[in-house]
């Protein structure tokens, strides 16, 4: 058996910033979820459809592994990032850095593992790795997923193999910290700008406050859609609320890092920021609630209701940005 020592393998809520925060803590940067989440300017918002999709897709965060990018830029990190088709030169990535003494990064679709608890492909999940045998892989998963966990080799090839959406390369990771990384406080008021201005200026309608408006409108309609949208609806509310996101699409989580910048900074900014995600956090609960409902009773109404509080979210968090905007 190949063991990393003094792991703390303590499961967070998202799966990006629970292996950011592994690989973190080994190299004596020990940050809390919501400050790795904001630094990381992690918050956005994406409603994606397409012919081929049987469901539309609602995201709370940048795409896999931009956080991770923006981390380590923020916080002057050397990352270093491995991809390749061959599935031998893949181990060879991540066995060298354990064999090391270093947990990795592994960008892998959750389907596969033997822990995990639902079917669902997820192309862009992300654990840590920090020990393997001649059966199992030893990683580090979210707390709803265990949080120190094992899987056999054969599944993590698998899951490492896997294409389709969302998916990279046999991704793995490590980061190393200089001997002055960069204080994260000076960091906060860049990458909330960062956040802002991405969310404020969409490149497309899907995305920022747009796509939630975008959303706001096409939410009612779901129950129309083929298969069998009950379902789906069930399975959209459990992606909001609790597969990952911290709650609420991961405004809790923002919400949190702007209470914990407040403490750090003084901004009337800030605070209008902060009260507001404190806002659109419940009024995210109540679309998953409802979207929930729909699922279950098969009721328009509910997600009537929905689409309302939608175009109220698109309105909030706005004002929220562009307050932010102007630290």
Known sequence: MTMVEDIDARGMEHCETTALG????????????????GLGSGLSFVYWDSKSMDFPFLGGRVKPFELTRNLAAA???????EETTSPRKAWRHVAEPVDAGRPVGLQLDSHHLDYFSTEAHFGGHVVAMYGYDERDAYLVDTAPQGGAVRTSLTALARARAERGPMTARHRSFTITAPSRPASPRDRIIPAIRSCADAFLNPPIANLGYR???????RVPKWLQRGGDPREHLRRAAVLM???????????????????????????????TGHTLYAEAATLWTQVAALVSAAGGSGDAQDLARAGSVLHELSRLEREAMRALSTL
């Open 75 to 81: 916080l002057r990190l050397e990352l270093v990032v």
């Open 22 to 37: 592994v690989l973190l803590r080994h190299q004596g940067i020990d940050l809390s979820e919501p400050m790795l989440f």
């Open 211 to 217: 796509g939630i408006e975008k959303a706001a409108g």
């Open 241 to 271: 609320e609790t597969a990952g996101t911290g709650g609420a699409l991961f405004r809790n989580l923002y919400r949190d890092f702007l209470a914990e910048c407040a403490q750090l900074i003084d901004s009337s900014h800030l605070r």
